[in-house]
C-alpha cells in the first residue's frame, strides 16, 4: 500500500539521469518513471515528451527543477 499525491501543475524537484539546462523538455522514462532532458519534439529511446521543462540545470544525477507552471527562468547570475 503507498500513499500517493497527484499533481498536475507546479515546480518539482527532479533527479536527472542526463546533463540538463535550462528550456530544455523533460522526457518520462518509460520502464521506470526517472528522467532524461532533451530538446523539444525530439525522440529519447524508451521515453515520452511531458509538458515540463528545465528551470534549473545540473549535471547528470543531480537534483534540478523542472516546471510546467511557467516559461523557463534565466539565472540570476546570467548575462543579458
Known amino acids: 500500500f503507498y500513499l500517493v499525491t497527484v499533481v ?3 515546480d518539482f524537484f527532479a533527479v ?3 546533463e ?3 528550456g ?5 522514462v518509460l520502464a521506470d518513471g526517472t528522467i532524461k532532458t532533451g530538446a523539444a ?3 529519447v529511446d524508451g521515453a515520452v ?3 515540463f ?3 534549473q540545470a545540473g549535471s547528470k544525477n543531480d537534483v534540478i527543477i523542472i516546471s510546467n507552471w511557467r516559461g523557463a527562468v ?3 547570475t546570467a548575462k543579458v
Open 53 to 55: 521543462e528545465v528551470i
Open 20 to 22: 540538463a539546462t535550462v
Open 49 to 51: 515528451e511531458t509538458d
Open 24 to 28: 530544455q523538455k523533460v522526457f518520462a
Open 41 to 43: 519534439q525530439t525522440t
Open 8 to 10: 498536475q501543475k507546479g
Open 74 to 76: 534565466v539565472p540570476a
Open 16 to 18: 536527472t539521469l542526463t
